[in-house]
């Protein structure tokens, strides 16, 4: 797809064709192409932010993960918390049972013996 073919699927899905957007997002997955996803998952696109991550667990992209994670997203968190536990990251479990998340306190306590 050339680039002005996704400018014009970009401002088709702006004026809002589904089937556009739809398309634009399974694009972006394909290519990986996380700086269109975030922005379609910035914009409120629940697919995008699925795709998203997809993408970081898959990359083992522990910042986006925990970016998307602080922005609320439960399935990061525990994409997050996954990735974490089988890096044997501490610090990432601390950090997120210190803000009260049960599951990284469990992990945390599974791996520590605390």
């Known amino acids: 797809m050339t680039d002005s073919d996704m400018s014009a699927l970009r401002k088709r899905a702006e004026a809002g064709d589904a089937d556009a957007l739809d398309e634009l997002v399974e694009l972006a997955g394909e290519r990986g192409d996380l700086d269109e996803l975030r922005r379609l998952a910035g914009q409120g696109n629940s697919d995008a932010t699925d795709l998203l991550i997809e993408l970081a667990a898959e990359n083992g992209d522990l910042n986006e993960l925990r970016r998307l994670a602080d ?15 089988e890096l044997g990251d501490l610090g990432e479990l601390r950090r997120l049972a210190d803000k009260g998340n049960s599951t990284a306190a469990e992990q945390l306590q599974e791996l520590t013996g605390e």
């Open 71 to 85: 922005n609320g997203s439960p399935d990061a968190t525990d994409q997050l918390i996954e990735l974490a536990t």
